[in-house]
């Protein structure tokens, strides 16, 4: 026998969990995919003196498009409170 409300409640902690994670996720994301361009002017230079691989910089241009995929969504609440 199962009471109505014990089912709703029981994950309402691991929701509230895995959105919390899901926006640390995301947040970071968007600050990486933010300060990115300053990655690529470093490599751009490393790559004109040879110290980086062709790979280097496309291996970076990918992980900046995933920095941008998954931190689009990032709304910072500079209010602090909900």
Do not use: D
């Amino acid at each position: 026998m199962r009471h109505p409300t014990v089912s709703g409640r029981l994950f309402e902690p691991l929701g509230w969990a895995l959105g919390r994670l899901l926006s640390v996720v995301e947040g970071v994301a968007f600050w990486a995919a933010a300060t990115f361009p300053f990655v690529h002017a470093a490599a751009g230079l490393l790559y004109v003196q040879e110290s980086i691989s062709t790979s280097v910089l496309v291996g970076l241009a990918l992980l900046h498009a995933t920095a941008i995929v998954v931190g689009h969504r990032y709304k910072h609440n500079a209010g602090g409170g909900r």
